[in-house]
């Protein structure tokens, strides 16, 4: 693998640099640095694990014998390379500071028939989901551990919990979703023909139910919860953190 296709991209960097500008201005004692900071803490923390869910399923395509994937330019962590800017980057973005649920926003173009064999085609699909299982409790075992002043582990605990819930939003088997890419390549021809034809809608569907009713909501929530919890989490800080970040909602 060469080491320019793996070197993380100015933009990337960037992005990491808005979080930690978040991070400190969430220590300063002033409401509106807080909630500023906590808005782009999380946003540009979104971002990054956006970058991070992308560089996942490439690498690991990557691995797996589908080389054009560095060609592509997806293992440089620029987001540009993952995203259409409207239906990537501001409509989940939207979606997230209105609703506070993470719709899935990129997407990498994986040369299927290039990789070796059907165990690795799940991995590639399941490699997305894992990493923001990982960086979930990475975020939940920095909280834990440093016990960091009160507005920035809200901030990192809120960001934690919108890991888990693209987690578990992506690890459902509907078409479009992570997974359904995990156990597609192990179903029947006829399936997978009805799960390319649904590919570009299930995602949507999905949230439309979850926006449009109160019970599939209140199931996805309460089941990301008890992953929150499981890994660590702390719920306080959690909805401390979604009251900063969406502090219009409570005026």
Known sequence: MKRSAV??????????AAVVAGAALTLLESNVAIKSG??????AGWAVTLC?????????????????VRDKGYLTL??????????????????????????????????????????????????GPVSNL????????????????????????????????????????????DGWGAIEPFLPYSAQRFGAKARPWGA???????????????????LSMNVFELIGGDPFFAFTGNETFMFWRYL
């Open 52 to 68: 991070l869910h992308e560089f996942g399923h490439a690498a690991v395509a990557y691995k797996g014998g589908d080389f054009s």
């Open 78 to 127: 620029d987001i540009r390379r993952y995203t259409d800017p409207v239906l990537s980057i501001v409509l989940p973005l939207v979606l997230l500071v209105m609703g506070g649920i993470p719709l899935p926003g990129g997407a990498v173009w994986i040369n299927h028939h290039a990789l070796r064999n059907k165990r690795i085609e799940s991995l590639v699909s399941l490699a």
């Open 134 to 177: 990982v960086i979930g409790v990475l975020l939940a075992l920095i909280v834990a551990i440093f016990s960091p002043p009160t507005a920035l582990a809200a901030a990192i605990s809120y960001l934690a919990l919108l890991q888990v819930f693209a987690f578990v939003l992506n690890i459902l088997p509907v078409p479009g979703l």
């Open 204 to 222: 949507l569907v999905l949230f439309a139910l979850l926006i449009a009713f109160s019970e599939v909501s209140a199931v996805f929530f309460s």
């Open 38 to 43: 906590t808005i782009l803490f999380v946003l």
């Open 7 to 16: 070197r993380p991209s100015p933009i990337f960097l960037g992005l990491l």
